[in-house]
T-cell receptor, first 115, second 116 residues
């Protein structure tokens, strides 16, 4: 079974600065998908970014980018120019190819943004 | 173009009562997933359903929990004889297909169950 680990329960960043959230996972599969989800206080799960494991190029979505290190099984999220609205819980998630849409989530990192 | 609608948003039950949580997927989506989030934890997969079929229930407790997605109407997650440990946020998500590609789930806002 796959496991996803987020080793930082809490992180804080100054507004306009850059922060990196860590995620590692364990799998014996060679092809899979990785995701970062944001959960603000409203509890709504919002997709931030996704990465296909077969793609070497790191995914980027505006101020959000990932550092995908397949050999190290690491998938960190970098948030540039942090904004107050970025404050939320962030969850890393893994999905096998062909596994329907069953996601395995990490335990989450709470991000605080200081004005 | 409504997203995934879950109700109720908040539900309070006493131990031993039944809880019913409803989920209407995005229009046109025929695949529904239920996840549970315990306090301060990530979401855990419970069950995957298509219309009138349970595809994978490997994450669902064997007793007291059941789920359905009828031909007409919302998907229902039913918890019988609730206990305090069932207190959690229950999230429903939907997708248009089985997710063999990079399909992304659309999540609802969750239903928070509190068992007194």
């Amino acid at each position: 079974a796959q496991t996803v680990t987020q080793s930082q329960p809490e992180m804080s960043v100054q507004e306009a600065e850059t922060v990196t959230l860590s995620c590692t996972y364990d799998t014996s599969e060679s092809d899979y998908y990785l995701f970062w989800y944001k959960q603000p206080p409203s509890r709504q799960m919002i997709l931030v970014i996704r990465q296909e494991a077969y793609k070497q190029q790191n995914a980027t979505e505006n101020r959000f980018s990932v550092n995908f290190q397949k050999a190290a099984k690491s998938f960190s999220l970098k948030i540039s120019d942090s904004q107050l609205g970025d404050a939320a819980m962030y969850f890393c998630a893994y999905r096998s190819v062909g596994a329907g849409n069953m996601l395995t989530f990490g335990g989450g990192t709470r991000l605080m943004v200081k004005p | 173009n409504a997203g995934v609608m879950q109700n109720p948003r908040h539900l309070v039950r006493r131990r031993g009562q039944e809880a019913r949580l409803r989920c209407s997927p995005v229009k046109g989506h025929s695949h529904v997933y239920w996840y549970r989030q315990l306090p301060e934890e990530g979401l855990k997969f419970m069950v995957y359903l298509q219309k009138e079929n349970i595809i994978d229930e490997s994450g669902m407790p064997k007793e007291r929990f059941s789920a359905e997605f009828p031909k007409e109407g919302p998907s229902i997650l039913r918890i019988q004889q609730v206990v305090r440990g069932d207190s959690a946020a229950y999230f429903c998500a939907s997708s248009p297909t089985a997710g063999t590609g990079a399909n992304v789930l659309t999540f609802g806002a969750g239903s928070r169950l509190t068992v007194l």
